[in-house]
Each structure stands twice: as C-alpha cells, then as structure tokens.
C-alpha cells in the first residue's frame, strides 16, 4: 500500500461480512425523524454513515440534523453544495458555535465511502473537539469557528433528529445510504467502524457488538434504513416520511443474495462538444432518481451518457423506460467503449422532426438505418436489452408488446471491451432532447419484462458481476512513493515492498526543487542513469553507489539535498524492457516475456550515441507516428519509429530514425500493457470546469496527461496525499526539471472510484476540442479485491 495513504495497518481485514443493500432518498420528500425521550451525552458522540452520493445538489445536503422547524437551535452535519463534509453548530439564540469542513471535496458517484463525524468538547485540545474521517482517513478542517469547549451540542437533545432533511424542510438528502450510526457517550476512531485489509481497501466491518448508549441506534441495510428500524438493541426506530427506496446496492458484493455496488448513470460524463453551424454547442444532463434517470438537454452530444460500471464479459440484461418523447434519434441502447472512447453505438429507439412516431430499430453504428419493428414507443414504457459481449448478440424486449425480437449482431465486436447499456442520443444537430430511466437490477424498480428476457442473460452490471482484477494489490506491479528525504554526500535506502529480481525500472524526481527525472533499471545496472527528461546518453560516471536491487533502490550520495519521489515499474506481464542493438533497418524485436495486452505506451531510449530524442507510442495516436516525451512538440505523423505496425504482446516493430534504431548504437525500450495496473486512453477537451470523464475502471495514484497539439507540457499528477478527497491540484511536468507546482486552479482533476474527472480549465490540459492524451498508474479497481471488498473507495 501507499505510504501515508491510511492509517496504521491493521490485521487483515475479516471477510464474508455484508450489508443488505441500502436505501434511496428521493432529493424532494424522502427522511427519517426521531425525537428522544431522554437526553444522552451532548459532549461525546459520534455518528457514523455509509453512503453513496449521486449528485451535488444545488444546496447542501442534510445526513443528520436536529433543526426543528425554523428554530435557531441546530446541529447539521451534510455535504456541502460544492462537495465538503461540514459540521455546522448554532444556538437559541442563532449564535454560531462550531462551522467546521473539509477542505478536501467529496464528489464521486461511483461508489460508497464511509463518512465519520466524532465529537468530544470536553478535550482541552480545541483541534481534537470535531473529527471527520472519509474511508479511515481524519481530514483536515478549515475552522470558521471553532466548538467551545465542554459546550452541549443539540445531538442527543430531546428535540427532533432528523436523517436526510434540514428541520425546516429543505436541503433533502439525494443519495444512497447503507448505515446511520449513532454512539451516544463516545468519540470514536475509525477502527472500531472498519479496517484496512492487506491489499490496501477500506473495509466497513460488523458494528453490531458497540456501545451504543442511550440515545444511540443503528440503522443497516435497505430494509432498516427505507423503514428507519434500529438494530442496535435500543428500538430508537425513526418516522419515515416521503419516498426512501429499499435497494440492494451496497458497499459489500454478496453474488448470491444480489448485494454490490450496482451501476448508475454517470453523473460525471459532461455533455459532448459538437460542432454545429459555426461554434461549439454543450447542454446539460440533469440527473435523478439515484442516477437511474437522465434527461439531456437540447445541445448535448451523442454518446455522452454512461455508466458508472461496465463489463467486458458475460450476457447482461437492463431496462429503460421512455419519460418524454423528444425530437431527436433517442433511446436506450449500448456503446462499446476503447481507451474512453466510443466504438461501437447501437441505437433502439428513433424519432426525427419529419417522423411523427418513435420506432423501435436494432441497428448499429447508424440511428438511421437498421430493421424497424414497427410501433410507437409509448412514454412510460420500458424497453429490453439483451447484450451477449462473447458472441457479439443484442436482443431487444419490445417495450408496447414484451416480446423478444430476433438477435442482431452489432457493426464491430464487442468481445473485450467495456460494455455500457445507457440511454443514448444520436444527434449532432441543436435542439435534441432524451428523458429515460434506467433500471439495472438494484431491486429499487423490478423489471418490467422479466418473464420476456432471454434465456442466459443473467449478468448485472455490478461490482460482484465483474471478474476479478487482474491486479488487485498493484503496488507487486508499481509501486510509488513520495515525501523521501535524501541528503547531499551519502546515500538513502528505499525498502520497496516487492523485490526486483525479475527485472524492474525506477523513475526517480525531487519534488521540492528543480531536478531531472531519472531513469534506473536492472538491466542498466549500477552506478548508470539516463533521463526522461531531456535527450541525454546514458551516463556511466556520475552515480558511484546507485543501485536497484532486492527491496532496495538506492539514492546515491551524488543526488542533491531534497525530497523525492520514486516510481518503480516491475518487469512481468503488464511491463516489459527489452535491449537491443541498432541496424538502420526495419525489423521486428521480441519482448523477453509477453504482455497481458498489447502495449498502450512504450518508448525506446538510446543508451549510447547523440541522437537521444525519445520518441514514444500510446495506443490513441497509433503506430503512424509519435509523441516526443522531453518536448512539448504536437504528435508527429510519419512511420519511422514503430514502421506503421502496431505493437503487440510480444513484439514491435522498428523504422529506420536513428532515435530508436541507429547503427552501432545500443537501445533500451520500454513498454506498459493497457491493462492491470495501467491504463492509456484520451478524451476531447471542453475547456470548462465541468471537463470529460476518463473512465478506466478504478481509481489511480497518478495521472499523466498530454495535449496533442503543440506546445503543451506533459502532466504528471497523483493523489498520494492522505487526504483522500478531491481535487488534485498540482503538478510536475515529466518534460521539464521543474519542482512540484502549488495548488492551481486551473489544473484541478478529481480522481474517483471508477477514473479521473478533468475539472481544468488550462488549454493544455482540457483545450476546447482537443485530444487530450491520458496514461494511469497505480489503478485500484472499483470492484474492490474481487471477493468481498467493495465499499468505501469514494471520493
């Protein structure tokens, strides 16, 4: 695990333990209340939530308050509209006595993340009164104004407590939540509610067995929290009012009973940019009903509505039911995606300005064309989708009749890729609207056509549906570390959790002050360098004690006074380095071993000669061309590095430039699969701070992005900071000696369970229209270990 990511690690972590789902509060009239008949401890609490935020409202949002009515008197603890957790105090007589927040915002809809609020006002420490914790993590507090000490909270008062609403009947809840927890007399850590497990996820724990205290309760599970039963052993059962849906999304996987994180519509996914009559148009997509709902607004683009979670295997069904009638090719259907970007667009559903009905069709690629069924789609109604990925098969359930049509086979095969079963519009043109809910199987809707839908077609797309990760404890794969002292004149040793007997790279930086990025490796040896940075031959004589070998990477007394971060690539089956000798000729060279995929990113790097341009490969610009990873140069075409071939798992093929292939001269190239604990992909720039989504399936620790065009730097950005919220605001820049900027703005990324949301608006990073090139380190995958491991990985 990443040093400083959690903390102490505990044992690991136990397992089989489940929670039953959890409830959906509407956003307009769905709580819980519950006024105590006695006071408890007003000094010592803690109250602890398991939730799932779909989307910030445009006000905060209530997870547990004692306002009543409009009554100065309140203890508020919620999200704020712009994504921090606060706690939010005030007295009889409106007096502010505590406004605390994160300064870390929370904002993934992706997965379940464990909130914590801890409180003792009797500790002489005035920092320590108020704690919150995210996933095990205490954050760090911006303090407005700070809780008096041994003052008596409204919590545990005999006024009404309310779950999911404000008091006064606003700043409704709109979310998922798996458990209320109430301790009445206690200032918890996070231990006694979770732990982390071996490879490196927050697990929620059975908390049955706690003191709870008078007034405490515990509410677990879609049954108990849609009702407000308390399971703690004290009935302090709560009063549900509105609309709180029992369903079975959880932050636990149990495949029998149906319990996992279950995919919504991602909230994330900005509208698509499109080109119409001379400028750029971008709608909206305002989401509902738990991200089960989108209704698209006249100017979003086709195929930017997606899924939280996808699947690349099986036969999976989903519904969606048709809200209004739009003008535009509408509907529900699939896309396929490559490297974030849309292969394959299948559209069921068709209504144009000169069609004054909407058809059913089971078509591909073109919304267009394809076979009608004949009918209108009635609004109301839901349509099936049957998608078999192996076989490349869709069936569509009538959404009038409930009859199965005949299976179609899509345009392109969609073995392998990430499959999405979304509402989709396929329309370039302005004024276009969609309004479809989907239904995945979570139990909060049953489905329509259940005795209609074909016979295998018994996968989900959710957490436990979703096959175990290649690489769940990535850090036996790739391993960073940041916040390493080293000192002019002698040497420091970093312990690496995995040893490099099989061969390995390291990048190494300093981070507080200027400073190359060097390469080390095991097939270099001791004592030699090169540098990422900048065209350099491999350098022989300065470094006299460097050495990677073992668990150890050695700093060498060369290197300057500093702090430093490492990176270190291990070689097996999602890394490869392979040496070889130059001929001026075109030929193909094999890996020493064979990749999971075929390289997404890879480069060659001279070790002797003067021509040590590095010139680099990444699978969305192809083998026509490419990158210079020392310059800030536009990708260049021209088939001389890779000869017009692509790379695959076990070879590639050389042009003729004598960067990579020069007589006499001797080679180094490294390759990263696109697959594992990496990911290279792209996404087109809005120049706005709602930018594209990169979905790649889990969260990284580091994110590099390249804009194609000239002049934009390389961006180097992670998330090792124990702060486990969002954004990420600075940078290095792999291109340049530069240190590790300070917070930006303008660089803002959140990166979430399921990929990065680009929330910057630097041309180099999100220019309007532009091909932003993405490559991700360090993935955890969001279906968590792949056993029972599923919750607590938002952000």
Request: with cysteine; hydrophobic share 35%; glycine share 10%.
């Amino acid at each position: 695990m990443i040093p400083g990511s959690f903390p102490v690690l505990l044992a690991p972590a136990s397992s089989g333990y489940v929670i039953e789902g959890s409830g959906l509060f509407d956003g307009s009239s769905g709580f819980l209340s519950r006024t105590p008949s006695s006071a408890g401890n007003r000094q010592i609490w803690t109250f602890s939530t398991i939730i799932k935020v779909p989307q910030l409202a445009s006000g905060q949002m209530e997870l547990l308050n004692t306002r009543v009515a409009d009554a100065n008197l309140m203890s508020s603890l919620r999200i704020n509209s712009t994504g921090e957790l606060m706690y939010y105090e005030r007295d009889a007589s409106a007096s502010v006595k505590c406004n605390v927040q994160t300064t870390a915002k929370f904002r993934d809809p992706a997965a379940f993340m464990h909130v914590q609020f801890s409180v003792d006002t009797t500790d002489s420490t005035a920092s320590d009164r108020v704690k919150i914790y995210v996933n095990g993590v205490q954050m760090a507090l911006t303090e407005t104004t700070t809780m008096e000490l041994n003052y008596s909270t409204n919590v545990n008062t005999t006024v009404n407590h309310n779950i999911g609403v404000e008091g006064g009947g606003s700043a409704d809840y709109n979310g998922y939540m798996a458990r209320a927890t109430m301790i009445d007399g206690l200032q918890l850590d996070p231990t006694s509610f979770g732990e982390v497990t071996t490879d490196g996820f927050w697990q929620i724990n059975d908390v049955s067995g706690l003191t709870f205290g008078t007034n405490g309760f515990l509410l677990e599970g879609a049954t108990n929290v849609a009702a407000g039963t308390d399971s703690s052993g004290n009935s302090n059962n709560f009063s549900k009012t509105g609309a709180i849906t029992a369903t079975n999304d959880s932050p636990t996987n149990d495949a029998d009973n149906e319990y996992g994180n279950w995919a919504t519509l991602d909230a994330l996914y900005a509208p698509k940019l499109n080109f119409i009559g001379g400028s750029y148009y971008q709608g909206t997509n305002t989401y509902s009903e738990g991200n089960l709902r989108c209704a698209a607004s006249a100017a979003s683009g086709r195929g930017e509505i997606r899924s939280t979670i996808s699947l690349a295997t099986g036969h999976v069904y989903a519904e969606m039911k048709l809200n209004a009638i739009g003008n535009s090719a509408a509907g529900v259907g699939l896309i396929s995606i490559e490297n974030n970007v849309v292969t394959n667009h299948c559209v069921f559903a068709r209504r144009s300005s000169s069609d004054t009905t909407t058809h059913m069709i089971d078509g591909g690629g073109d919304p267009n064309a394809g076979n009608d069924t004949g009918g209108d789609w009635t609004t109301g109604n839901s349509a099936g989708v049957a998608v078999d990925i192996d076989n490349n098969s869709v069936v569509i359930i009538n959404p009038n009749t409930g009859v199965a049509d005949s299976a179609f086979t899509p345009t392109s095969s969609m073995a392998g890729k990430n499959i999405m079963i979304v509402p989709v519009k396929d329309s370039h043109a302005t004024n276009r609207t969609l309004d479809g809910t989907m239904n995945y199987g979570s139990g909060a809707t049953a489905f329509v056509h259940a005795s209609s839908i074909p016979t295998g077609a018994n996968d989900r797309m959710v957490s436990y549906q979703q096959p175990a990760p290649d690489v769940a404890n990535y850090e036996d794969e790739y391993y960073i570390e940041a916040g390493i002292s080293h000192t002019n004149g002698s040497t420091t040793a970093v312990t690496l959790p995995t040893s490099v007997a099989g061969g390995a790279m390291a990048r190494i930086k300093r981070t507080d002050s200027t400073g190359g990025w060097y390469i080390v490796d095991t097939v270099r040896g001791a004592n030699k360098f090169t540098f990422w940075d900048s065209a350099a031959a491999e350098d022989t004589s300065t470094f006299t004690d460097q050495n990677l070998t073992g668990t150890t990477l050695t700093l060498p007394s060369a290197l300057a006074t500093g702090t430093y971060m490492i990176e270190v690539f291990y070689q097996g089956s999602y890394f490869q380095m392979k040496t070889y000798s130059g001929n001026s000729a075109n030929r193909t060279i094999s890996f020493d071993g064979t990749l999971d995929t075929a390289p997404g990113f890879m480069f060659p790097m001279e070790r002797t000669g003067t021509d040590a341009e590095h010139l680099g490969y990444h699978i969305s610009t192809g083998n026509t061309g490419y990158l210079q990873l020392q310059t800030t140069s536009a990708f260049q075409t021209g088939s001389v590095f890779l000869n017009d071939t692509s790379p695959t798992t076990t070879q590639f093929t050389l042009g003729t430039i004598s960067n990579v292939n020069n007589t006499g001269n001797t080679y180094i190239c490294y390759a990263w699969a696109n697959s594992g604990p990496y990911a290279f992909g792209e996404f087109t720039g809005n120049n706005n701070a709602d930018g594209p989504m990169t979905n790649i399936g889990g969260s990284p620790k580091v994110l590099i992005c390249k804009n194609t065009a000239a002049g934009n730097a390389w961006f180097h950005q992670n998330n090792l900071s124990p702060v486990v919220g969002n954004p990420v605001d600075t940078y290095i820049m792999p291109n340049e000696t530069s240190a590790l900027s300070g917070a930006n703005s303008t660089v803002h990324q959140d990166f979430v369970a399921n990929g990065v949301k680009c929330r910057a608006t630097s041309a180099s990073l999100n220019a309007s229209a532009a091909q932003i090139l993405t490559m991700a380190f360090g993935i955890q995958p969001i279906q968590g270990n792949g056993k029972d491991t599923s919750q607590g990985r938002a952000r």
